[in-house]
């Protein structure tokens, strides 16, 4: 299996104010819907007990598109990665609310996962929504969407399977579909961006966003068979 050396991360871990229930709801039900990090691969139809399409989300933030999306698609199965803590517990206390059991939880660096827990071809989709933009130039070096990262995910997609990725900056849009045309095992679904997914819903800071005239940027593009 390919190892990728990962020296730049996409993400600072910063002390982030975690609540009571957060916390909580981390400690006692991380062990239940937790995955912990392993330098070995995973099968995930032995991990959900069933054979399904598996969706990756990476970067799932405080859980609320992720709970709200596996609870309209029981049919699949979802795997977050996330690395902050109160989005992890937040995402969990919305698994015991709404009584999912297709979401499981990985609380790592999604690169350090794909290289090492991921097989080649095993994920009939992949959402990235709303990545960190690092708006700096200096920092621009630490965004996600980068060529080797579009290469190793590409590589643990099935052909056929779609990834979408989804900012509200536009200049971070525009690379994203830069780098996603270059990777020559995927082709866009759309000519330039698409219309938003039924399954994506809208966010309340997007809908205020939005109403305020913001834009947000949708780009989904699929595996060649």
């Known amino acids: 299996m ?3 050396h990962r020296s730049i991360r996409s993400y600072v871990l910063r002390q982030g ?3 009571n229930a957060q916390q909580r709801a981390h400690d006692t039900l991380l062990p239940r819907y937790g ?3 392993s330098p070995n691969a995973i099968d995930l139809d032995v991990v ?3 054979s399904a399409p598996k969706i990756l989300e990476i970067g799932f933030g405080m859980g609320e598109t992720t709970a709200e999306i596996a609870a309209n698609h029981p049919e699949n199965d979802y795997l977050g990665i996330e690395v902050h803590t109160p989005g992890v517990g937040g995402l969990l206390k919305r698994i015991a609310e709404r009584g999912l059991d297709n979401v499981r939880i990985i609380q790592h660096d999604a690169v350090e996962v794909l290289a090492h827990m991921i097989a080649p071809s095993t994920f009939d989709g992949a959402h990235i929504f709303f990545p960190d933009p690092w708006p700096k130039k200096r920092h621009h070096k630490r965004r996600l969407i980068q060529p080797a990262f579009v290469t190793l995910l590409a590589e643990r997609m099935k052909p056929g399977s779609y990834l979408h990725v989804a900012t509200d900056w536009k200049e971070y849009a525009e690379q994203v579909l830069a780098v996603l045309a270059a990777e020559p095992r995927l082709r866009n679904t ?3 961006y698409a219309p ?3 399954y994506r819903p809208q966010t309340k800071f997007e ?3 939005l109403k305020l005239g913001h834009g947000v940027w949708d780009i989904v593009f699929r595996k060649r068979p």
């Open 207 to 209: 809908s205020r966003g």
């Open 48 to 50: 959900f007990n069933r």
């Open 196 to 198: 938003r997914p039924d």
């Open 17 to 19: 104010r975690v609540s």
């Open 190 to 192: 759309a000519e330039g």
């Open 2 to 4: 390919t190892v990728t």
């Open 35 to 37: 995955i912990p990090f």
